[in-house]
C-alpha cells in the first residue's frame, strides 16, 4: 500500500504521468467499440422486462396451510412443470390457506401445464388471473419528466459552477455513456428489468455525474489563469488534474464497488434469483462507466472543446514557441526535451522539499 | 489562503462541534426510545425498521369497477390505477403496490397492517363540480318518494342550452329567469327535492355534470336545488391541507387552472352583492356551500367543512390526482405473507456487512491511521441513516424493501467518497510543505467545495424526481436524498473537527509510522513530515506539537 501513496505523491508532482487526454482518440475509440456493441445488444436482444412492466399470470393455489414450507413447495411445483417463461415466480402466502404465485404472461397451454404441476404438489384448487404491470405507463412517463428537467436543471448547475457551457456538454455526454453501456449489458446478460434496475440507473445517474463534477473541480483549480501561463497548456493541466486525482479516483472506485461486488456476488451467485442481483448488475457495471468515463471520456472531450477556443489556441501556441526556443538553446539540460510534456508539471513551481538527486534517493518507496 | 494563523482563531471549535453533533445523533435515539414507550402492547417496537411488502408481506386490497356507469374499459382501468396509485404514494415512502387484475379489478397491495379508511382515502371517485345554488334551505323529507317520473323530465331537457349568466341570475333573481324550455325541469326538480331524503350516512345521487342536482349537505341535512356544473374537478391545478389559524379548522385549498379560475371570478362577482351561496359537491354530497364574501380573482379556494387532519389530507390527495374515471367498490381485503424468502434478507445483509468491512480493511490498508476516522465516520453515517430510517418509517411511513436496504448500503459506501476528497488533499498538502495542522484546514478549504459541488448534484436529482416522478421512483428520489444529506452533515460535523483534533494530537502531528501521514508513506523520502515542515514553513513550525 505504500507503494500507491509513493505512486500517489509521483502523480501528484507530475514526475509520474498518464497521458488521459492526449491520447483521447484511442479512449474515444474503445468507447465507440463499447457503447455500438451496447447499442446492438439492445436493438437486437431488447430488454428481458419483469412482470413489474408487463404483467403476467397470477395462481392462486389452496393448500393446507400456507407457509414458508408450502410457500416453497408451489415454488419448486413452478419451477418443475417444464414451463421456462414461469421461471423465478413471485410467491407469497395470502391468509391462512392460500399461495399466491406471479408468473410472466404465459399462453393457456403453459399456465395449465403450471397449474397442473401446482396440483400435483399439493394444492387443492387452482385459479389463474391475468394481473397487469404495477409500473403503470404514468410512472414511466412521469420519470422520464423528472429525468429530462433533471437534466436541464445540471447542464445549468455545472456551467454555472465552472462557468464552462464545455463542461454541462462533456458530463452529459459521460453520463450517455455510462448509462448506454449499462443498458447495454443488462441486454446482453438477460438479467430481468424490474424497479429494482430502474433504480440501480437512477442510482448511476448521480453517481456519474457526482464522479464527473469531483474531477472537473481539479481541472478547472488547475487551469485557473491558465491564459497568462507561458509554461503548460489548458490540455496538460487538465491531464495533470486527472492525474493528481487518479489516486482519489481509485479509492473512491473501490470503496464503493466493493459493498456493490458483495452484493452482486450474493444475489447472482449465493441466491440465483431476486431484485439484489437486477440492483447490484447495474451498480457495478454503472459505476465502473462512471469512473471510467469521468477520467477517461469527459475531461478529455471538455478539454477538446476547450481548446478549440481561440484564446486557448493562442495560448497553447504560445508554449509550444517558448518549448521550441529552449529547444534550440538549450541552457544546460542534459536530457532532451520529451515530445510529451511528461516532465513539465504544475509542481516545478511549487516548494518540492522532497526532491533529492537520484542518488540519494532510498529504493523500494 | 484562508489558512494563515491569523485566521484560525475564526475557524469553528472542533471539539464543540464534534459532542453537539454526536449529542444530536443521541437525541434522535432518545427520540426513538420515546416513542416506543409510547407504543401499546401489540404495535410493532419503534427499534424495528418498516419493512416493505416483500420483506414483511401486508395487506392486499382488491376494488372491483362498478358497472353502472357503462363500460368498464382498459383505458379507463388503467387510468383508475394511475390515479389510485398516486393517492396511495402520494408521500412516495411507503412502495405501495397497485396493478389491474381481470379486466376490472385494481388491487392495491400496502405494506403492514390494514390501516382504517385506507380504501375510503384511495378508491373513492373524487368526482368535485362547483355548483350554483337555485334552492337553499330545504327539508329532508320524512318518507322517500320514488321520483323517476321527474328524473325522466329532468333528463329529456337539453340544459346545455342555458348560459353562465342565465344560471347566475337564476340565483340572484329567482329560477323565472330561466328559459321557458327548460320550466318544465324546474317544477320536477322542486317536486324531487320536495320527496328527497337526507341520509347522514351519506345519500345516492347520480351526479351528471351538464344537469341540476338535488342533493343535500350530511352533516347540517339542507337540502338544496343546484345548477349544472359550473366548473369541474379537473379544473383544479392544485390542492392542499391548510391549518386556517383565525378559525382554527383543517380546510382545504385549492387552485383553479386559467379557464376554470376565470369562472370562478365570473361567479363570486355576480354573487357577492346579494351574499348569494355557491356550493362545492364531491361525489354527489356538498361539501360545503359558502355565500360568496368577495369576487374572487386568483381562482384560490378554501373548502371547508368540519374536517380532520387526516380527512383534509385524504381530499386534498384525492382533488391533487384527480377524479376515478370508474366507481370501485371493495371486493375483499386480506393479510398477504412477504414476496421474497427470508434467506433474501439475510444474504442481502450479510453481503452488505461483507462488503463495508472489506471497504474497511482497504481504508486501514492504505490510510492507515487516518482510516480509523473514515470507520468512524462510516459508522456515524450508518447510526444516523438507521435511526432517521426509524423515525420516518413511524412519522410518515417510509418503508425499507430490499432494494431499498441495498441502496442504502451502497449509498453508505459512496459516502466514502467525501472523505477520500478530503483525506487526498490533506496528504497534498501535506506533500507540498505544509505542517498537519495547516494541511488540514487547507485540504478542507478545497476539498469543502469539491464536496458540496458533487453533493448538489445528487440533490437537485433528488428533488427534481421527488417532484416529478411518481410512485416508486419517488421512493427512490427520497432515499437519494436522504443519504446524500447524511453525507454533508458527517463530513461537516464529524469528519472535519474529528480530522482537526487528531492534527493536534502527536500521533498524527508529527507524522507517526502507523498514522498514514509519514513520510515514507506518502512518498516523501528521507524525512519525517514536521522536518519538512519546518524546512519550507519555518514559522510555523513552533505550532506543531
Not at chain 1, 509520474?16 to 487526454?21: A, G
Not at chain 1, 464497488?257 to 439484489?276: C, E, K, R
Amino acid at each position: 500500500m505504500g507503494r500507491i501513496s509513493t505512486f500517489g505523491q509521483h502523480l501528484y508532482e507530475g514526475r509520474i504521468s498518464f497521458d488521459f487526454v492526449g491520447r483521447r482518440k484511442l479512449w474515444y475509440s474503445i468507447s465507440a467499440i463499447i457503447v455500438v456493441v451496447a447499442a446492438l445488444a439492445f436493438v437486437v436482444r431488447g430488454f428481458n422486462y419483469g412482470v413489474e412492466f408487463k404483467g403476467g399470470v397470477e395462481f392462486t393455489a389452496t393448500v393446507k396451510t400456507a407457509n414458508s414450507a408450502s410457500s416453497d413447495a408451489m415454488a419448486k411445483a413452478v419451477e418443475d412443470s417444464g414451463v421456462p417463461e414461469a421461471g423465478d415466480p413471485t410467491v407469497q402466502t395470502s391468509g391462512s390457506d392460500r399461495i399466491r404465485i406471479q408468473t410472466r404472461a404465459l399462453t393457456q397451454d403453459q399456465a395449465s401445464k403450471v397449474t397442473e404441476s401446482l396440483t400435483k404438489a399439493g394444492a387443492t384448487d387452482v385459479s389463474q388471473q391475468l394481473v397487469g404491470p404495477t409500473y403503470g405507463k404514468q410512472v414511466a412517463k412521469k420519470a422520464l419528466t423528472g429525468l429530462i428537467v433533471f437534466l436541464f436543471i445540471v447542464v445549468i448547475f455545472i456551467w454555472a459552477y465552472f462557468r464552462e457551457w464545455r463542461m454541462s456538454v462533456a458530463g452529459i455526454v459521460a453520463l450517455a455513456h455510462d448509462l448506454i453501456i449499462t443498458g447495454g449489458v443488462y441486454a446482453l446478460s438477460g438479467f430481468e428489468v424490474t424497479p429494482a434496475t430502474v433504480t440501480g440507473l437512477l442510482t448511476i445517474l448521480g453517481y456519474s455525474l457526482y464522479d464527473t463534477v469531483v474531477v472537473f473541480d481539479k481541472v478547472r483549480e488547475n487551469t485557473k489563469g491558465i491564459l497568462k501561463s507561458t509554461s503548460k497548456t489548458y490540455a496538460e493541466q487538465a491531464n495533470l488534474a486527472l492525474n493528481q486525482t487518479l489516486v482519489r479516483s481509485i479509492n473512491t472506485s473501490v470503496t464503493a464497488l466493493l459493498p456493490v461486488g458483495a452484493l452482486l456476488f450474493a444475489g447472482a451467485a449465493i441466491l440465483g434469483t431476486g431484485p439484489l442481483k437486477d440492483l447490484a448488475l447495474a451498480l457495478f457495471v454503472g459505476m465502473l462507466a462512471g469512473t471510467y468515463s469521468s477520467i477517461f471520456i469527459a475531461t478529455p472531450f471538455a478539454s477538446q472543446l476547450k481548446e478549440r477556443e481561440p484564446a486557448i489556441k493562442a495560448q497553447a501556441a504560445r508554449v509550444m514557441a517558448k518549448r521550441a526556443k529552449q529547444v534550440d538553446a538549450p541552457v544546460e539540460t542534459a536530457a532532451p526535451v520529451a515530445h510529451r510534456p511528461v516532465a513539465s508539471s504544475g509542481a516545478s513551481k511549487r516548494t518540492q522539499p522532497s526532491r533529492q538527486p537520484r542518488s540519494k534517493r532510498g529504493k523500494g518507496h | 489562503m484562508a489558512n494563515t494563523p491569523k485566521n484560525r482563531g475564526n475557524l469553528p471549535r472542533p471539539r464543540r462541534t464534534l459532542v453537539l453533533f454526536l449529542a444530536a445523533i443521541i437525541a434522535l435515539y432518545g427520540l426513538v426510545a420515546l416513542i416506543n414507550l409510547d407504543t401499546k402492547k401489540g404495535d410493532d417496537s419503534a427499534w424495528k425498521p418498516k419493512l416493505g411488502l416483500d420483506l414483511e408481506g401486508g395487506t392486499r386490497i382488491t376494488l372491483e369497477a362498478k358497472a353502472n356507469e357503462g363500460k368498464v374499459t382498459k383505458p379507463k382501468l388503467d387510468q383508475a390505477r394511475d390515479i389510485i396509485d398516486q393517492r396511495v404514494n402520494a408521500t412516495g415512502v411507503s412502495e405501495a403496490e397497485v396493478t389491474t387484475q381481470s379486466g376490472n379489478q385494481v388491487i392495491i397491495e400496502i405494506p403492514g397492517e390494514r390501516k382504517a379508511g385506507i380504501v375510503d382515502q384511495v378508491g373513492k371517485t373524487a368526482q368535485m363540480r362547483f355548483r350554483l345554488v337555485w334552492t337553499q334551505n330545504l327539508t329532508s323529507a320524512a318518507k322517500k318518494v320514488d321520483t323517476s317520473a321527474q328524473q325522466k323530465i329532468i333528463d329529456g331537457i337539453d340544459w346545455s342550452k342555458v348560459s353562465l349568466d342565465q344560471m347566475i341570475k337564476a340565483e340572484t333573481t329567482g329560477l323565472a329567469a330561466l328559459p321557458k324550455s327548460v320550466q318544465p325541469g324546474i317544477a320536477a326538480l322542486q317536486k324531487q327535492a320536495a320527496g328527497f331524503v337526507c341520509t347522514p350516512g351519506g345519500v345516492q345521487v347520480e351526479d351528471v355534470s351538464s344537469k341540476p342536482l338535488v342533493t343535500c349537505d350530511t352533516k347540517t341535512g339542507e337540502v338544496q336545488i343546484l345548477s349544472p356544473a359550473v366548473i369541474e374537478g379537473s379544473e383544479v391545478k392544485s390542492a392542499n391541507q391548510q391549518y386556517n389559524t383565525q378559525t382554527a379548522q383543517w380546510t382545504v385549498q385549492i387552485k383553479l387552472k386559467g379557464k376554470g379560475s376565470d369562472v370562478f371570478e365570473t361567479v363570486t362577482k355576480a354573487l357577492t352583492p346579494a351574499q348569494n351561496r355557491f356550493a362545492i359537491v364531491l361525489d354527489g354530497e356538498i361539501i360545503t356551500a359558502p355565500s360568496s364574501q368577495a369576487a374572487i380573482t386568483n381562482g384560490v379556494s378554501e373548502i371547508t367543512g368540519s374536517f380532520t387532519p387526516s380527512s383534509s389530507k385524504a381530499l386534498a390527495n384525492q382533488l391533487k390526482y384527480g377524479a376515478l374515471p370508474l366507481t370501485f367498490g371493495l371486493n375483499g381485503s386480506e393479510e398477504i405473507g412477504p414476496s421474497l424468502a427470508g434467506t433474501q434478507l439475510h444474504a442481502g445483509l450479510l453481503a452488505g456487512v461483507i462488503g463495508l468491512i472489506l471497504v474497511v480493511v482497504y481504508c486501514l490498508l492504505y490510510y492507515r491511521g487516518l482510516g480509523l476516522v473514515i470507520i468512524g465516520s462510516l459508522l456515524v453515517a450508518s447510526a444516523l441513516t438507521f435511526v432517521l430510517v426509524l423515525l420516518l418509517g413511524k412519522g410518515m411511513g417510509f418503508t425499507l424493501t430490499l432494494p431499498g436496504i441495498a441502496g442504502l448500503i451502497v449509498a453508505i459506501g459512496i459516502t466514502a467518497d467525501s472523505f477520500i476528497v478530503f483525506f487526498e488533499r490533506i496528504r497534498d498538502e501535506v506533500r507540498d510543505g505544509k505542517s498537519l495542522r495547516l494541511a488540514v484546514e487547507a485540504g478542507w478549504v478545497r476539498a469543502r467545495s469539491t464536496i458540496l459541488a458533487a453533493d448538489a448534484v445528487s440533490i437537485l436529482a433528488a428533488l427534481t424526481l421527488f417532484i416529478f416522478a411518481i410512485g416508486v421512483v419517488r421512493g427512490f428520489a427520497f432515499a437519494l436524498g436522504l443519504t446524500t444529506l447524511i453525507d454533508v452533515f458527517v463530513v461537516f460535523l464529524f469528519t472535519k473537527p474529528l480530522v482537526s483534533l487528531l492534527a493536534r494530537t502527536k500521533f498524527f502531528g508529527q507524522g507517526h509510522k502507523l498514522s498514514g501521514l509519514d513520510a515514507a508513506h506518502l512518498g516523501i523520502t528521507g524525512r519525517r513530515v514536521t522536518e519538512i515542515a519546518r524546512s519550507a514553513e519555518p514559522r510555523t513550525t513552533g505550532e506543531v506539537n
